[in-house]
C-alpha cells in the first residue's frame, strides 16, 4: 500500500518524536542505527515512572520528503535521510529545537518501477561519529 505524502510525513515525524521522547527518557541513550543500540528496538531500563505523569507533547514539527528511512538520534542530533524532488537529503536536526544543523543533498535519478515512491529505503547509521547512507541508487556515502 502506497501512503499519502502528507500521512507519511506525519509518521516520519511521530517517529522522531518518539526517538527524542526515548532519548530524553533512557538516560540519553545514542540510537545510531535501526533498532537502536542493542538492535532490538528496545530501551534499557525504566522508561516511564508509574506515579510520574511524563508530558509527551510536540516540541518541533519539520516537513519531510520522500522516503522509508527511519531518523536515528545521536548526541542530541536526529538524522533523517529523505528525498525532494531528484535530490537525496541527509539532514541533521536539533533535537532539542528542530532546527537544522547541516544537510547533505546530492542529484538522486533513482526511478521505482514497482508504483513505490523513490525515496531512500535504508536507514542511515551513525558509529564513531560517522554517518553512514545508502541511496537506492546504489550509491553509499559517508
Not at 542505527?33 to 509527551?56: A, C, F, K, R
Not at 533523517?80 to 524532488?85: E, G, K, P, Q, Y
Not at 541511496?135 to 559517508?142: I, K, N, Q
Amino acid at each position: 500500500m502506497i501512503l499519502k505524502e502528507k500521512t507519511k510525513s506525519y509518521f516520519l515525524l511521530a517517529m522522531i518524536q518518539f526517538w527524542v521522547a526515548a532519548v530524553d527518557l533512557s538516560a540519553n541513550e545514542n540510537w545510531g542505527n535501526w533498532l537502536g543500540p542493542n538492535y532490538n528496538g528496545s530501551v534499557e531500563g525504566m522508561l516511564i515512572q508509574d506515579n510520574e505523569p511524563v508530558d509527551l507533547t510536540s516540541r518541533w514539527k519539520v516537513p519531510v520528503g520522500e522516503g522509508w528511512s527511519s531518523p536515528l538520534v545521536s548526541d542530541n542530533k536526529a538524522f533523517l535521510h529523505d528525498r525532494t524532488n531528484d535530490k537525496e537529503n541527509l539532514t541533521c536536526y536539533s533535537v532539542l529545537s528542530g532546527k537544522i544543523i547541516w544537510r547533505f543533498s546530492f542529484d538522486s535519478t533513482y526511478r521505482d518501477d514497482f508504483g513505490m515512491e523513490s525515496g531512500p529505503r535504508s536507514t542511515p547509521s551513525i558509529s564513531q561519529g560517522i554517518i553512514v547512507i545508502h541511496s537506492p541508487d546504489g550509491l553509499v556515502h559517508a
